[in-house]
């Protein structure tokens, strides 16, 4: 029994100890705002905590030890800050434009402090200095302004990674960024990414490469897209966490890209898998099986909606139900939702309704565009930290369902078109 109170008591303080804060000073214009942190793996973004606001200071408390990037989201700005967190605390300060958009950030924690210099000399790496090389061709190198041009060169190549020995996790970050880089792709080749992702230490997850380096290793792997992906999954081992998160990112891939012979096999794989399945594959599985044909749509409860008599989607009564995702923001909403409205007197004659689910982050947005069209829509006013996404496995805006009478999913359009094409409907 002893024994077991001093263990207990050394948990006690690792969390206690482990626990930091992140602290933003807001413009007043926030301070009544909903404000969010999140955390990553891979992709997804898992909500860490909800800002407590006073004097117009907002403060989030992490309880848990957290490294890697994190996301703070205003929502009421609609905008979003990226830091890194080595399980320390964090400080910064935001200003706000005219529309009332973050126009400047400034951290005051050595971290982001040193993480925002490496971002702003690596921006003029890229948009700078290949033009300045350019320039001083035209001088001779008797002039000065070769000379200062040769020293803001020379200042702007350097590589800033002699400063980041303190910081484990920025240095990993910028050391494997080429496997983000489109432009250096071309120098890698399947087997590098697969060592990479394979061999990589604990930051992988967390550090937001993981997507973007996925993208650009089947890019590589185009001649043998599925021999290296098989290649990937045994280099990385389905049994683990993450074997399983590398497959639910590419499943998501597939799925954005409309790859759906090869969304089909790798979901049938992580179905199939007789071992623990961790948060994220669960997730990616689930929400595949409800939207696959003949699944009962899931319900959802209105929370602001337009238009609409009943309380959720299932009082709407219809023979058909079109759901069609969307966002006030998205263009190609904006080209295809106007040839719903054409044809929306003769849907409702053939007693077919539709519900539109917004991915809006600001409410009075969506309600101005909403209000354009008859039918029911609804919001959560959270962007794309909605729970539609989750739910409903929406990774684009359009996406389309049509349900039947008992709510099932019938068909599975891609465009409005193939919506209107399906129900017969010119």
Not at 99 to 124: A, H, Y
Not at 177 to 196: G, R, Y
Not at 215 to 242: C, H, M, Q, Y
Request: proline share 3%; net charge neutral.
């Amino acid at each position: 029994m002893k024994r077991i109170l001093v263990t207990g008591g050394f948990f006690l303080s690792v969390n206690i100890f482990a626990q930091f804060n992140v602290k933003v000073a807001i413009p007043a214009y926030l301070a009544d705002s909903d404000l969010y942190l999140y955390s990553f793996n891979g992709s997804k973004e898992i909500l860490q905590s909800k800002a407590k606001i006073s004097n117009n200071v907002a403060t989030f408390k992490i309880d848990k030890p957290y490294t890697g990037m994190m996301r703070a989201f205003f929502k009421k700005s609609s905008s979003s800050v990226n830091m890194v967190s080595e399980n320390k605390d964090i400080n910064f300060k935001i200003n706000l434009d005219s529309k009332n958009k973050i126009s400047n950030v400034v951290f005051e924690d050595p971290t982001n402090k040193l993480f925002s210099t490496q971002i702003d000399l690596q921006k003029k790496q890229e948009l700078i200095l290949p033009a300045l090389i350019q320039i001083k061709d035209y001088y001779s190198t008797s002039d000065s302004f070769y000379k200062a041009l040769d020293s803001e060169i020379n200042s702007l190549s350097k590589s800033e990674s002699a400063l980041d020995d303190s910081h484990p996790f920025l240095s990993f970050y910028n050391r494997n960024q080429k496997f983000t880089q489109q432009e250096k792709v071309a120098e890698l080749k399947s087997e590098d990414f697969i060592n990479f992702f394979s061999k990589s230490g604990e930051y992988l997850e967390t550090s937001t490469i993981l997507k973007p380096a996925l993208i650009n290793f089947l890019n590589v792997s185009k001649t043998n897209v599925e021999g290296n992906v098989d290649k990937l999954l045994e280099a990385v081992n389905l049994e683990t966490p993450r074997g399983q998160t590398i497959l639910s990112e590419l499943i998501e891939i597939f799925t954005t890209y409309n790859m759906d012979k090869l969304k089909d096999k790798y979901l049938t794989l992580a179905t199939n898998l007789k071992c623990t399945i961790n948060d994220r594959l669960a997730s990616t599985i689930q929400s595949n099986k409800n939207t696959e044909i003949g699944a009962k749509f899931p319900n959802s409860v209105f929370v602001n909606p337009i238009h609409a008599k009943g309380k959720s989607l299932y009082d709407v009564k219809a023979s058909k139900k079109i759901v069609v995702f969307w966002s006030s923001t998205c263009s190609h909403c904006e080209a295809e939702l106007p040839k719903l409205l054409e044809k929306y007197d003769k849907l409702k004659s053939q007693n077919i309704e539709i519900v539109g689910f917004s991915l809006d982050n600001n409410l009075d947005e969506f309600r101005g565009k909403a209000n354009l069209y008859p039918w029911i829509n609804d919001s959560e006013g959270k962007g794309w930290y909605s729970t539609y996404g989750d739910t409903y496995n929406i990774v684009a805006t359009p996406t389309y369902f049509v349900l039947d009478a008992d709510n099932k999913i019938i068909s599975k359009p891609n465009h409005v078109g193939d919506v209107l094409d399906y129900l017969k409907v010119n």
